[in-house]
């Protein structure tokens, strides 16, 4: 971190911020020039709120050199993490391919679909118990008899669960009975939750938030980590822009900047980012090609009478279609599904 | 809502829309053109989604004519809420002055400052106990310890308590203590959180998300409302826009439009909107001349020395000149604080 | 601007560097710490585009510490430019009052709005003559006919003209015409043209571009006035977010944050940010109240028949309320029309 | 487009609407129903403004259900347009790939690039002689000597030239020099620069603008085309978003949404969307597999010494490199180049 003084600072001020950097655990290197004075933060300034140090009047500007997270820092771990959930791995080119329902409605539904998204070579089951719904009167998901049906379509299939989480008050459940705890773009920010997963072993599926910046995202994982679980999956959902041809922008740029950051794995749903099933394939094809550990996609037997977010859902037949076109994007790429 | 059929539509076809309409306890009203085929919803099509209704193949567009949200719609309760904290008012009128530190650090500072703003004019007692912040490593609060000081700042000066609530964990601690409960932009679509507080009689302070749009934010009213607990606050504070030089854009256009959809109070954070401590007086007297219920705003006695967000805080001498430049403002718009 | 060197460089690499920065007309003091290297650029460093400088690969970071303005900066010009448009001024407490339609439609109609607006108090006709609109198919305005129409509605009425030029086509015309040149929201980058204004002696009303950032805004009056004309006035008119309760979100953040930067005077158009009419007058007061040194106001004389953008315009009876309204605010701000 | 009335209208205000609907060359289909009425319009709806209905106090909405464009509609043109540049075509499975410096700098440079980017495939020449810069203190471009240079590198490489105007003065240059011409992100509502492009037969590549929907861009293409130009090529480069990390959001959805709504092709800028050279391979391989007509890539033989945009420029080496992986995405596609 550099903090660039305004001129005719006194000795007092100065003290007062070396003061309060060396109080977060931080060490300042003055760096006297003729016409400007600079300090240089040394050692670890993750303590460091550079907001709090432009509440000094003598400070003018401060730059952030360093990226705020440890854990989730490519820095510190050069290596791609690899994540192994119960034998099928995400990284380091494993692709995690994670089809299924929005909502669970059936065991008939999601066996079924269970069934034909394994055949078409999915390696995860996803499918929503609970729902977040931005109406308190639409469908909220069957809840735990969700996840109950999710467990009997993992008996049927071997594929491990993927499902989201939105209370804490769930998690011993999810603990036990998920392989993968997702985490919404709605709650990526709901920091209560994330150190609360961050303390069980289960491997956790982070989606951006809708308004957040990949930095934040990374800090959110890093909440994750800071509490003992390492094993986290990014997943890009979409950012919300003015545009309104797609229900969000979908950000792929997002994966060469978080490989460049970070050694965490990340995934792409194009199924909630655009909305609109006929554009899955595409940017199914373009995530693969630009470097992501893997895909989500909404897969329903009947899109038509889908209790949620039918739009964006393909059928089964579809999914197998986009699966035989990604292997050989994914060959080329020198991955493995 | 409106229903455009594609050209061609099957009868078959129409009978499934029609019985999905129904289904969700509304009726169709077909209303026949020569050359085009449109369906009216008549009745209470809150629970219809129209994004269901799209997966129909012989579904062209859906048009919402109803607002989605009920309790919070001003059509079916014209008179403006007001709001009663323990005999302060707030709506209809009545404004809400919020002041206080960003984070409660000690009896000395939270008094002190709760004994200034009181004398200013303000009429309620803000003051973070649990802190959001973006990083794990940042100063997270004081937890139940500031909520303890808050306690005591209200018995020394009488002025009711408002403070954030992060994890239902807390809950039954913040009915207890806290006059009026704080659910933070980061939360807006917590909706477990929003269920529960609305399972209580305690105000609700709704903060609205950072990328959320006006009707997402009624909607998470709605959450709270739906569940029995009317007294809802709004408080806008700022969307996240490509502009970089405030913290984010505040939307005072949000006044006017909640006031003609809603008859919930609005109350304006200028502090955290900007960033800047320069900024929070020619916003102050906007966001009254606007017709805002109030504002919520940072004071701190020693802004060099807040933990947290500093830059945006006002010393406790600018506030009182904000209270008295505020004053006619007040007046122009026939309210009171 | 600070320049802050990756570990490990070479004396070669520093010497291009430096090289760069001085064939841009500054100079480099470099300022060494014990840990980290930073260089201070001193003197004029307008001509320097950090971008340039992040191409070095021995560079890290680059910190812009000065605004890349220089004539439209505060700093050099502390007092505020008051513009004197014939007679009427805008700026340092004078405030520009701009009412008329969206589009001159007739001789009739335009006279007769100049003539209303004018007695509720405005001190500025402005009219459409040519209408920049997103469809080649819609109105575009009467041209030159529209011209001369408000030509007429001047000598009815002594209101000096404000209307939009879209091509360099017409610039001598407006020279001869019209009192204020507005360039829109759409050509505040189209540099051919600020360049062109920036060489006659009329005063340009510049409106910010939809997704303008200030700075970016600021440097568009930089072009204006680097070419000689410094009769610049700013105008906000909403910029583009993910909100569709308005057309726009007005960012009247924007008139404290231009006041702090700039010396150049700012108005407010709630109707173009809005889009509706029902927003004007409450945004009217606050535009005020914020410290805005005017308004652009659409008024027509029958809203229901304008040939565009009649959702936003309001009535000759509505705007004389407004401006009953708005004159105890400005008195408030210490100001006149 | 259909209009839904609100409850209550009289036959005269219908037959207003009715009045001003027919003025504009569209017919009324009033489709009644029991609790609803509604309006169908029938016909050529490209000259109606919804805002303009809007105005009327009986209509509560106003549904769009064609697109406003008509020359650019792929409704109305399912095949995709192939555009001839003397003898190198682009749509329809032939990929244009356009190489080459941000600016043109000397016959020397931009000789031996373009040699380069010829031998490694590419089929297009780009480079700047007009410069849009925000800052008039930044290089503008060697402007006509610049153009001259780019017929020189053309002669040597017989490789078409794109390069891009600011300003109508140049047209007749431009018309008789350029194959291509590139009308950037800041003119893409410049509508005086469109409608006199438009009137030339030469090939215009149509740049998407910053915070343009993808149905205001197509609008700017129909401003082009309905002026006698059907030779449009869109680009997409990056919309302006909250997110830092790259200099805009490269929204690759928008080449399928393109593909269903028009018969243009598009083409994909990754340099000057990311800002960044390490994603340009990542993004130019997954602009492919997404379905992109082509790729414009910046490429320098000394980034470090770059006049402008060196940042995002990669070198002919790399962009041999990227030519090679793109071969086999581009097979797969069943594209040529």
Redesign the interface.
Known sequence: M?I?MKPGFTQEELN?VVKAVESRGAEV??????????L?L?GDT??I?P??L????CV??V?K?QE?YKKANKLFHPEPTIIDVNGTKIGGGHLGIMAGPCSVESEEQVVLIAKAVKASGANFLRGGAFK????????QGLELEGLELLKIAKQETGLPIVTEL????YLDRFVEDVDVIQIGA??M????LL?EVGKTKTPVLLKR???S????WL?SA??IM?EGNENVILCERG????????RN?????????IR?KSHLPIIIDPSH???KR??VE??A???????ADGLMIEVHNN?????????Q?ITPETFDEIMKKIE??TE?EGATI
Chains 1, 2, 3, 4 share one sequence.
Not at 132 to 139: A, N
Not at 285 to 291: L, Q
């Open positions: 550099i660039v007062e290197d003055k760096i006297e020039g003729v016409a400007t004075s600079v240089g040394v993750a303590y709120d907001d709090e432009l509440t000094f009047k003018e500007k730059l050199v705020p977040p719904r931005t109406s308190p009167y639409s469908f939105m209370s804490v008050e709605r709650n920010q709901n920091f209560n150190k938030g809708m308004s910046t990949i930095e934040e800090m890093e909440y800071s950012i919300r822009t003015f545009e309104t041809a797609t922008t979908l950000d792929l740029s997002a994966v060469p900047v460049e980012a655009t909305g006929d554009l595409p940017l094809k373009a995530a693969i090609a630009v470097g899109p038509a009478k889908a209790l949620c977010d039918g739009k859902s050989v994007y080329l």
